[in-house]
């Protein structure tokens, strides 16, 4: 149904962020790196959709 799939997507987005930031805790890689490496094409489309999501940048939870 489209509501499972939309739910599906969201999960996945979810899920990649998620790994994102054990990438970001856990390792000095750049984050254009693990952007690609979870999925995203665009650098920029991952910092907003980490934004979206975490409530700040990449960066700004790296530091943290």
Do not use: W
Request: glycine residues 4%.
């Amino acid at each position: 149904s489209a509501a499972s799939d939309v739910y599906k997507r969201q999960y996945m987005r979810r899920y990649r962020i998620h790994m994102a930031c054990e990438r970001l805790k856990n390792t000095k890689d750049a984050i254009a790196d693990i952007a690609e490496e979870v999925g995203y094409e665009s650098p920029s489309r991952f910092s907003a959709a980490f934004k979206r999501i975490v409530g700040m940048k990449p960066s700004e939870y790296r530091k943290q």
